[in-house]
């Protein structure tokens, strides 16, 4: 995403400055977080990673992490 582009930016803020999202990344227990299903449907997307090379990953991922309070966070 080109952060120096406004109308990226304007499109994507409410992801970028969501605090609780900002939150839960900061919050260190131990785990950065963990893929527990991801489905055998492929998206492929280009460029992508820092080479700028091309990616295919799993269409749909769920992911959790464990809070320091002893919640669960899950990322669908």
Known sequence: MNVSDDPTVDAFWTILSNTEAITINQDYAGE?????????????????????????????????????NGDVAVLM
Do not use: I, V
């Open 32 to 68: 950065s977080g963990t893929l527990f299903w991801e489905s055998d449907e492929l998206t492929f997307f280009t460029p992508c990673g820092w080479w700028l090379q091309n990616c295919t990953y799993a269409s749909q991922m769920y992911w959790s992490k464990r809070l320091s």
